[in-house]
Structures are given as structure tokens and as C-alpha cells.
């Protein structure tokens, strides 16, 4: 597909389109679906709420400044993922110097409309899961939270698939005997 020429798939019929507006529009199309998920996964990798919207900010620049290089037809999310998981690592680094910067999230932040009991269990659930080290972390939260497959995570981590697996099942095990000490873990289902 040449450069400029964006594909809208419909139900039933292909639009192609040409031009800058229609470039804006693909990429509304496209990427801005997934902005949720891109400050998720933010929040979750920087543990700072305002990091973690910088972040997402630019990684939606550095894919509509690039979006000419996005094969058309493929996983979009994973592409804006991986983006975004290339500019945490700069992000990351930069903020190694500050160790301020490294404190949990705010816990005023949590949905205060939850009742009592639902509160206290998503606060020791986001402190087990702060309390991963950040390569389970990062694993988990893109396959748990935003559903991406083992293949997928290890193609945006460029990192083997067994890597991924061993990852994914270290966190989930140390996630579990960190809520089973907290007594929120009934039988197998929790992770």
C-alpha cells in the first residue's frame, strides 16, 4: 500500500482514502480508540499518574508522526504499545536519577464510590501488584489487563516467548501468595 492511502474496513466494503484529513481520520480511527489502555498500561509501568499522561501523549505524537509506516490491516494496539513501551524505557531511565519519583500511586486516586470492604481489597491488590518487580509487572498488566496474548507481548517486548510465559506465570504466582497472605485469594480464580 503506498504512502498516503488509508483503508477504512467496514462491515461490508473497503473505503480507501487520500490526503492529510483523511489521514487525521484513519488515525482517529485507529489509534484514539486505544488511549484508555495506552494510560493503563502507563500507570501502571511509571506508577505516576502525570508521568503516565506524558507518556501516553507522546507516544498518540510519535504514532501520528509515523502512522505513514503503519501497515494498515494489522493490530493497531500492539503498535501503539510498543511504541509506547520503547519511550517508558527512555522514561524510565531519566527518572532513575530521581528516586522521588518512584512512589506509588497516589491512593486518593482509587474510586472512592466503591463501599468499604471493595476499596481495601483494589487498594492490597494494587499494592501486590506495585510490589512486582517491573518486568512481571509489565507482563501481566499487558496480558491481564489489556488482553494481549503471550505472542503479541513478546513481539511489542521483543523478547522470547518462553520469556514471556516464564514471566507471566512468575507474576501470577507471586501475586497469589502475596493476596493469599491477605486472605483475597479463594481457590484458583484470582489469577
Known sequence: MGAGVYRFVM??????????????????????PHTASLLRAAISITRDSAVAEDLVQETLLRAWRF??????????????????????????????????????????????ASTGGDYLQQLLIRRAFEALPQEQRSVLHLAIVDGFTCKEIA??????????????????????????????????GMC
Open 11 to 32: 462491515i461490508d466494503y473497503t473505503v480507501e482514502m487520500v490526503g492529510h484529513d483523511l489521514r487525521e481520520r484513519a488515525f482517529e480511527h485507529e489509534a484514539m
Open 155 to 188: 513481539e511489542m517486548l521483543s523478547l522470547p516467548i518462553g520469556t514471556v510465559m516464564s514471566r507471566l506465570s512468575r507474576g501470577r504466582v507471586s501475586l497469589r501468595d502475596h493476596l493469599v497472605g491477605q486472605e483475597l485469594v479463594r481457590g484458583k
Open 67 to 112: 502512522f505513514d509506516r503503519f501497515d494498515q490491516g494489522t493490530n493497531c494496539k500492539a503498535w501503539l504499545f510498543r511504541i509506547m513501551l520503547n519511550l517508558s524505557t527512555r522514561v524510565r531511565e531519566k527518572r532513575t536519577a530521581d528516586s522521588s519519583s518512584l512512589l506509588p500511586l497516589d491512593e486518593t486516586q482509587a474510586d472512592h
